[in-house]
Every structure is written in structure tokens, then in C-alpha cells.
């Protein structure tokens, strides 16, 4: 039998536009299909955040009764790594560095500069729903440091006076889409 990847179904759901109710019956479907796989936990939290946007209790839950796992777990695993959210995320995600290089190099600078632009903590998004602040310790463009990636974006050499420039590039993108 062809094996059909849960994820890459759950990647084609154009479930932004549906109902909860739909959400869930998409998302209980895909599990179905594969909770007895070894590492289902982990990719079931993919399929739900894929198909979700984050991970609220209710679908840590909804996880956790379908996989017949303790909610404790599955809860431990969402909050573990970092690739999980445990809340809605912004458009665009800013992450700024913290590795050595651009630690050295103005990181925290650049940090506060955003922080106090958007008027948000790490790992908050603007009420908008436009932006999510993180922090990576190294992107692996140490060179060119200090870096700020937004969404699939790195900018490279960044000044703490660029930013609002940098920030305000996504505001005018979302403008033009409208
Ligand atoms: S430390 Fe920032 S890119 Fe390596």
C-alpha cells in the first residue's frame, strides 16, 4: 500500500479559512491514520500546529485522548521544543541572534531596539498579530553578524537604527497585499 505522509496532507489543509469544528475533524482523521507509528507523538503536534496555527490546551488534549497519552506528556513535548507554540503567532516571526558573534557584535542591542519598536516581550506578538519576537543563539551567518531573520529573511550587518526601517518593510508588504 502507498504510504500517504499525515504532514504533507496536513500542509495541503487550507484550514486557516475553516471552523474549529473542522480543524478538529481534519485533524482527528489524520491521526487516526497513523498513531500507532513509532514517533507519532511529535508529528501528530506538527500535523495539529500545521493545521491550527499554535497549540492551545484544547488541542494538546484533543492530541493527547486520540494518541492515548497522558495530556502531562504531550503537554511536556508542545512546550519542550521550541518549534512548538503554545500561542498565536504573529505573520512574520523576528528572530533576533544571540549567538556569540552577534552577541558581541550589538545583539542585545538590536534586541531592545525591537522590543521597544514593537512593544513586546520575547516570544510575545503584537496585538496586530503581525509580529512574533524571538531569540536563536546562531544561524550559522556568524560573518555577518549582527543577524536579524524575519520569517525566511536574514538581514545581515543590522544597525539598531535600521530596525524600524526593517520592521516597517513587512508593515508595507502587508498594506500592499490588501
Ligand atoms: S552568532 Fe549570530 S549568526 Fe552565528
Redesign the pocket.
Known sequence: MHYINPITIAKQCTCQNQTDIEKFEKLGEILSMYKDEPGSLINSLYVAQTIFGYLPDKVIKFVASRLNEPVIKVFGVATFYSYFSRFPRGKYTIKV???????VRG?KTLLEKVKKELGISIGETTPDGLYTLEI????????????VVVNNDTHRRVKSNQIPEILQSYISEVSNEN
Do not use: D, E, H, N
Not at 97 to 103: N, P, S
Not at 137 to 146: E, F, I, S, T, Y
Open positions: 541572534c544571540l549567538g556569540t558573534a552577534c552577541y545583539g536563536v543563539r546562531c544561524v550559522g551567518a556568524c560573518a555577518l553578524a549582527p543577524v
